[in-house]
């Protein structure tokens, strides 16, 4: 099986940077696609930023040019740069691996953008 530890979520202010990690162990070979997702309370969980194994990615709307998703295969790791964060960027973020054998998630990281 896969497992992921995901973290280095934290408050920041507006217009403040946070880098968030995600390192997955177990049964490495069986990952394809990588995401990051957030759940603020009484919102949705949505998808925010995706890397397929050719390296493409994809963003929401909403982080598209301030977030950048990246990830390093060798050290088994997945990253979340984030920038430019605004209040609404507030919520649990979790790292999201698809694998041969469904998907798997992190434990989820609290963001917290606030003056």
């Known amino acids: 099986q896969v497992q992921l530890v995901d973290f280095g979520g934290g408050l920041v202010q507006p217009g403040g940077s946070l880098r968030l990690s995600c390192v997955a162990s177990?049964?490495?070979?069986?990952?394809?696609?990588m995401n990051w997702y957030r759940q603020a309370p009484g919102k949705q969980r949505e998808l925010v930023a995706g890397i397929v194994p050719s390296g493409r990615t994809n963003y929401a709307d909403s982080v598209k040019g301030r977030f950048t998703i990246s990830r390093d295969a060798a050290k088994n790791m997945l990253y979340l740069q984030m920038s430019s964060l605004k209040p609404e960027d507030t919520a649990v973020y979790f790292c999201n691996a698809i694998t041969s054998d469904g998907n798997v998630w992190g434990q989820g990281t609290q963001v917290t953008v606030s003056s």
């Open positions: 177990g049964t490495i070979w069986k990952i394809g696609t």
